[in-house]
């Protein structure tokens, strides 16, 4: 049997619902997990952090990682319904003849049923995006966002998904149309091209609609920046400090573009509270990713997962069995490459705890090629403010953090760190 035979075998009206079920449930069982763990550390702030945080910090980042996870979880049943409403519940069938009745392409009609769904997805988002944003965030002192940013933000989202997804969807289902069977190859390098273009114009076309950047100009900050820069023999496109404050007081760093397009940015707000030798550590963490080939691994990932999503594409469009499993019965080229996109989620789950390993071992291989070139004291005292400032949670539970954390916990890279200070500033001489 080849693989279209065997989709269309498979039992897809009980599938379904058994791995929506089970992911559920495992999530909500690792969060409670999760929970648990800080309600049986609450009487003692653990032995690493005494002295770092406060009593009352130290409650504060219990009750606020509580009520976050316990709010996430009200997210995932709301997101569980949605997604059951969308494809048992007929909501994609109904949608789908509607657009039927306004056109016969099928180009119009992904564009029209896409658009359907992303407002339905805002319709309900908004409500929970006010709730985390002015309660829950507001309640524990880190939201900066205004009315009128919040307003702002979700009007440019909105429009930049409409455009970006309407041009994807267009040119995907044109090459449906056109190419064949083997139209998923062509489909797979056109998004492939598609996202490396996004990702390339990121830091100049996308984040400053929504975040202004300066070069830094903090004499006590850039000197020992490009003086790492000219160590590692890292060139980049410019170090820039962006307006975190202007939403939230968490504080943060990331690596951007790529190519002659890369930046590094600092949020104002981690600047405000990290010395220049901090800064300087925290900086040579994320070039560590670029030069020990991080990003250039992950991009071949991408590739090789997104062609295996597409050639797994191309052999379900051909399993009439996999729609109408899911509870669809008008069967489009448009509604069989959305019902695609919203289900394939809930298949593909279980990768997560395997790719959440690799990126944590990632952070621990940034983490040693920094203290290369900076001081180790620096990094760890670097990262115990940031786990302050933003209020993580000092004691996760391991079960947890193994499936979710893409970063390894505080605790354990400060220990990592520890054990090898000696090493540390061995490429600074």
């Known amino acids: 049997m080849n693989l279209v035979e065997i989709i269309n ?62 709010f996430s979880m009200l997210t995932a049943l709301i997101s569980v319904g949605v997604l059951l409403l969308f494809t048992t519940g007929g909501l994609l069938n109904s949608l789908t003849k509607v657009v039927q009745g306004v056109t016969q392409s099928n180009v119009v009609g992904i564009i029209l049923l896409g658009l359907f769904i992303v407002l339905i997805d805002e319709i309900i988002g908004i409500p929970l995006a006010i709730y985390s944003t002015f309660y829950l965030e507001e309640k524990y002192g880190f939201n900066k966002t205004t009315t009128k940013t919040f307003i702002q933000d979700l009007i440019k989202s909105l429009l930049i998904s409409i455009i970006f997804s309407s041009t994807l969807y267009a040119v995907v289902i044109s090459i449906i149309e056109r190419l064949g069977d083997n139209w998923w190859i062509y489909a797979f390098v056109a998004v492939f091209l598609f996202q490396a273009i996004i990702f390339y114009l990121y830091p100049v076309l996308i984040l400053p609609l929504f975040n202004k950047l300066e070069p830094i100009t903090d004499e006590k900050f850039k000197e020992p920046i490009e003086k790492l820069l000219n160590k590692i023999n890292f060139k980049a496109k410019g170090l820039f400090v962006m307006d975190g404050s202007l939403r939230s007081s968490h504080g943060n760093a990331f690596f951007t573009g790529f190519g002659n397009n890369k930046r590094i940015v600092f949020y104002d707000t981690l600047l405000e509270t990290i010395t220049p030798k901090e800064m300087e550590s925290i900086l040579g963490h ?14 071949i990932s991408s590739i090789f997962f997104g ?19 899911h509870g669809l019965d008008e069967i489009t080229l448009y509604s069989k490459f959305l019902l695609f996109y919203l289900v394939i989620g809930s298949y593909t789950f279980f990768t997560k705890p395997f790719t959440s390993y690799i990126s944590r071992q990632r952070e621990f291989a940034a983490d040693d090629f920094s203290i290369e070139y900076t001081e180790a ?3 760890i005292s670097g990262l115990l403010k940031l786990s302050k400032d933003n209020s993580s ?22 220990k990592s760190l520890e054990g090898k200070k000696d090493l540390g500033n061995t490429k600074n001489e």
């Open 9 to 70: 075998e498979l039992n897809f009206n009980v599938l379904f619902p058994l791995f929506i079920g089970f992911k559920f449930l495992l999530e909500t069982y690792l969060k409670q997990r999760n929970i648990q763990s800080m309600e049986d550390n609450k009487d003692a702030i653990p032995e690493r952090f005494v002295g770092v945080v406060t009593e009352e910090e130290y409650k504060k980042s219990i009750n606020y990682n509580t009520e976050r996870i316990r």
């Open 286 to 299: 994320e070039l560590g990713h670029y030069k020990l080939g991080h990003i250039r691994r992950t991009l």
């Open 307 to 325: 062609f295996l999503g597409f050639y797994i594409l191309g052999q379900v469009f051909m399993a009439d069995q996999f729609f109408y499993g």
């Open 377 to 379: 004291e620096s990094m």
């Open 393 to 414: 949670n000092l004691t996760p539970d391991n079960l947890y953090s193994s499936y979710y954390y893409s970063h390894p916990p505080i605790a354990e890279r400060v």
